[in-house]
């Protein structure tokens, strides 16, 4: 697979703790440079970064993020406040404790509700493959498929575990529609990204993949 089809379809991350501007600016430099298809960062950089980038790369920030309990107004208001201070991509964390009670309407109505104050941003529904049963996971591949939103992605990074092969491979089988696919967390070579692509990833969330092409030559 050709380096550059690769680098179109990383979302270059940065969403540790302790992150500073200067490192989110280092990151937007480098995915102009490269051609990432956004950076995503903490919401607190979403306006600085946006001024900096000036329409030249997508910004993709969090919400709900990373532990997806916060209430569904307030996952709302920070999609809208991401939005007006120029994100254009938004990926959001669900609400885990909802899938293990089994309320799944109630999942499929937190994520349009997300979804109409992105204001027609793409959305991107995080459901933290790694605590999932199997046959949680394919019902959340229904319920976003039957959602307003754009992407099912796998993983914060933060739970202990990020996507794996299987997990791309069960997306693949039992998403609907139009619904996109983003693997996040475990892209540990570029042999993986390659590997999420052909089994079905549209897009990888990833922090080192960029630099391990760069070495590549």
Not at 35 to 63: H, M, N, R, W
Not at 111 to 140: F, P
Request: aromatic share 6%; net charge negative.
């Amino acid at each position: 697979m050709k380096k550059e089809k690769i680098i179109s379809t990383i979302d270059h991350t940065l969403l540790k703790q302790a992150a500073t501007w200067e490192q989110i600016r280092d990151l937007c430099i480098e995915g102009m440079e490269s051609g990432t298809a956004s950076v995503c960062i903490p919401p607190s950089f979403v306006k600085q970064a946006a001024e900096f980038v000036d329409g030249k790369l997508p910004v993709c920030t969090v919400i709900g993020f990373p532990n997806g309990y916060q209430t569904m107004a307030i996952k709302a208001m920070e999609a809208a406040q991401a939005v007006k201070n120029g994100a254009d991509e938004i990926d959001m964390v669900i609400n885990l404790g909802w899938v293990k009670e089994g309320r799944y309407d109630d999942v499929l109505k937190e994520i349009d509700a997300v979804k109409d104050a992105c204001s027609g941003k793409l959305l991107k529904v995080i459901i933290e493959t790694c605590l999932l049963t199997e046959e949680e996971k394919i019902a959340l591949c229904d319920v976003v498929s039957r959602s307003k939103a754009e992407f099912i992605k796998t993983s914060t990074g933060f739970a202990g575990g990020g996507a794996t092969l299987e997990d791309i491979q069960l997306f693949r089988k039992y998403v609907t529609g139009d619904t996109k696919i983003k693997a996040a967390g475990g892209i540990k070579s570029v042999a993986d990204a390659e590997a999420f692509l052909a089994a079905g990833a549209d897009r990888l969330g990833t922090s080192s993949l960029l630099a391990m092409l760069k070495q590549e030559g």
